[in-house]
């Protein structure tokens, strides 16, 4: 199945600030997914990143706040902004694998707004 | 959208035990996925099962796809075993996973 790299793994940022995390994976794949996850609970899916088109974002999920780029099949880039103590989550990208391994998703990165 | 539901929402189990967890979704799916979320947060994949029975060393899985539901075996529980469970659906390949609730597991030596 396909790895990915995801950076960093960990951040604490001042609220105001913006923050990239990059997923970097070893394999072209189309659509990439960017899942959050707040605290005790399950994942969401913020967005979904096509290459060489805009994201989709679901419900409650706005560009301005959620940027996303996707310059090419193996990289993708999920930005923060203007954080707020309410962003303190755990973020992960996911790419789909196929059918013996699914979805794939990278480390995630544990965000803590202060 | 698809309602994901899993249960227990917590185990506490004594090493050595065995469990069952358990999936249930409201709509027809062909993706279906186990995940351990250790305490590190990272989500390890442990089966894509659409449908039928899977084995990997102590753990196994079965998804019913007609009646809706799969099931996570966990067979002489571990320490390391603790952590969230999670399973996702979705329909077709490239497509969005719903999570479930989770199940918070927590393995007691």
């Known amino acids: 199945s396909a790895v990915i790299s995801q950076k960093p793994s960990r951040d604490i940022c001042q609220r105001g600030t913006s923050l990239t995390i990059q997923c970097q994976v070893d394999?072209?794949?189309?659509?990439m997914f960017w899942y959050r996850q707040q605290p005790g609970q399950s994942l969401t899916l913020i967005a979904t990143?096509?290459?060489?088109?805009?994201?989709?974002?679901e419900s409650g999920f706005v560009i301005d706040k959620f940027p996303i780029s996707r310059p090419n099949l193996t990289f993708s880039t999920l930005t923060v902004s203007n954080m707020s103590p309410e962003d303190s989550s755990i973020y992960l990208c996911?790419?789909?694998?196929?059918?013996?391994?699914?979805?794939?998703f990278g480390s995630g990165t544990r965000l803590t707004v202060v | 959208g698809i309602q994901v539901e899993q249960s227990p929402p917590d185990l506490i189990l004594q090493e050595g035990a065995n469990s069952t967890l358990r999936c249930n979704f409201s709509?027809?799916?062909?993706?279906l996925q186990w995940f351990h979320q250790n305490p590190w947060g990272q989500l390890i994949n442990l089966f894509y099962i659409p449908s039928g029975t899977k084995q990997n060393g102590r753990l196994s899985a079965t998804t019913v796809a007609t009646e809706r539901y799969s099931l996570l075996y966990i067979s002489s529980s571990q320490t390391t075993d603790s952590g969230v469970y999670f399973c996702?659906?979705?329909?077709?390949?490239?497509?969005?996973?719903?999570f479930g609730t989770g199940t918070r597991l927590t393995i007691i030596p």
């Open positions: 996702a659906v979705g329909n077709f390949g490239n497509e969005k996973l719903t």
């Open positions: 996911s790419v789909y694998t196929g059918q013996i391994y699914g979805y794939t």
């Open positions: 709509d027809s799916v062909n993706n």
């Open positions: 990143a096509n290459q060489g088109s805009e994201a989709t974002y």
């Open positions: 394999s072209q794949v189309t659509m």
